[in-house]
T-cell receptor, first 113, second 113 residues
Framework: AQSVTQLGSHVSVSEGALVLLRCNYS??????LFWYVQYPNQGLQLLLK??????LVKGINGFEAEFKKSETSFHLTKPSAHMSDAAEYFC???????????FGQGTILTVHP | EPEVTQTPSHQVTQMGQEVILRCVPI?????FYWYRQILGQKVEFLVS????????KSEIFDDQFSVERPDGSNFTLKIRSTKLEDSAMYFC???????????FGDGTRLSIL
């Protein structure tokens, strides 16, 4: 079985500051990990993915995440926040390569001027 | 870029009525999914569908729910007799290849009165 825990339901940063959104997972098989972003009244848009290979993955809009197996973590970072990054972010894990996604609770990111 | 499309964007229905939510997955995709997100909660898996049959379903997906791929393009979710607690955002997703991320539609907001 798989599970995802996102630490912090709300994160607030200033424009230009580092963004760090935390995700820890539990999986009985090697995980496939994803970050999705949801803007108000919109669907889920893929930010980045980890399947195999390089543990540091880069996504859209300047985001990146590092898969750390020893820590069972997949934290999302961005060096410099922009106002347009304000949204809700979801970490998700596959148990199998085509099965259901299990989502974390989501983290709402607020960016202050 | 191909998209998953969902209709309607908002559905208001009286309790006890049947509702059908419609999705057009990306045309060459083979795996199809429904998720729901109750307001303020995380995204939850409902059902996955492959090769014209359900491949996995959650405990939420009880006898009131059914899915169908009536033709080569549509993928529908039917709720037979809606309850107040069915009020949620329902997302359709599709997947072309294993190990790749699922593509989500913008969702249908279902409001049960």
């Amino acid at each position: 079985a798989q599970s995802v825990t996102q630490l912090g339901s709300h994160v607030s940063v200033s424009e230009g500051a580092l963004v760090l959104l935390r995700c820890n997972y539990s999986s009985s098989v090697p995980p496939y990990l994803f970050w999705y972003v949801q803007y108000p009244n919109q669907g889920l848009q893929l930010l980045l993915k980890y399947t195999t290979g390089a543990t540091l993955v880069k996504g859209i809009n300047g985001f990146e995440a590092e898969f750390k197996k020893s820590e069972t973590s997949f934290h999302l970072t961005k060096p410099s926040a922009h106002m347009s990054d304000a949204a809700e972010y979801f970490c998700a894990v596959y148990g199998t390569s085509y099965g259901k996604l299990t989502f974390g609770q989501g983290t709402i990111l607020t960016v202050h001027p | 870029e191909p998209e998953v499309t969902q209709t309607p964007s908002h559905q208001v229905t009286q309790m006890g009525q049947e509702v059908i939510l419609r999705c057009v997955p990306i045309s060459n995709h083979l795996y199809f999914y429904w998720y729901r997100q109750i307001l303020g909660q995380k995204v939850e898996f409902l059902v996955s569908f492959y090769n014209n049959e359900i491949s996995e379903k959650s405990e939420i997906f009880d006898d009131q729910f059914s899915v169908e791929r009536p033709d080569g393009s549509n993928f529908t979710l039917k709720i037979r007799s809606t309850k107040l607690e069915d009020s949620a955002m329902y997302f359709c997703a599709s997947l072309g290849q294993q190990n790749q991320p699922q593509h989500f539609g913008d969702g249908t907001r279902l409001s049960i009165l």
